[in-house]
């Protein structure tokens, strides 16, 4: 497995995986067209200040994860998809393209990381809290923008 910035080539696969993550049965039906930000990675990602990493495994994109910058010290956290394949032990890839997207976020001197999820994804959930982000409202949060689904839970890291 490799994780490595995003390009362009891997658009197509990117947005496979996201649709397959997202219209998984658990949650509303989601189509890319609600997505903006996923139909124009580099503009979005890399033209705000942020990143975008995929993950290949045998010539497929396997995980995605991506922030974007807003303003010097604010990230969003977006596009954290994981193949089901490769969740938990022993790949731990979502650890992986964490890890990744947080030393990113040091580097370029981020101080808060905010992320929506989806109301009904407990393993999301469980992940954000123990990697130390907490819960807020949406009116909380440090910055405005407008998350795919109207039914979100929002969080918050303090690097």
């Known amino acids: 497995m490799l994780i490595k910035p995003f390009e362009q080539s891997y658009q197509d696969e990117v947005i496979q995986l996201a649709l397959h993550c997202q219209n998984d049965g658990t949650r ?6 609600n997505q903006p930000n996923l139909l124009n990675i ?8 942020g990143y975008f990493w995929i993950v ?11 922030l974007i ?3 010097d010290s604010i990230g969003i956290l977006k596009k954290f998809f994981v193949n089901e ?4 032990k022993p790949n731990n890839l979502g650890q992986k393209l ?10 370029n001197n981020l101080k808060t990381i905010v992320l929506d999820t989806p109301k009904n994804t407990s393993r999301a959930h469980k992940f954000y809290k123990k990697a130390g982000f907490y819960q807020i409202t ?4 440090p910055v405005k923008y407008n998350p795919p689904y109207e039914e979100s839970d929002y969080f918050i890291l303090h690097l």
């Open 69 to 71: 910058k807003c303003g």
């Open 56 to 66: 290949e495994d045998k010539n497929k994109v396997v995980g995605t994860i991506g």
């Open 138 to 141: 949406k009116s909380d949060l």
């Open 85 to 88: 394949n490769y969740r938990g």
């Open 98 to 107: 964490f890890a990744k997207l947080l030393e990113y976020a040091k580097l």
């Open 28 to 33: 509303p039906y989601i189509d890319v067209n």
């Open 42 to 49: 580099p503009k979005e990602y890399f033209g705000s200040g």
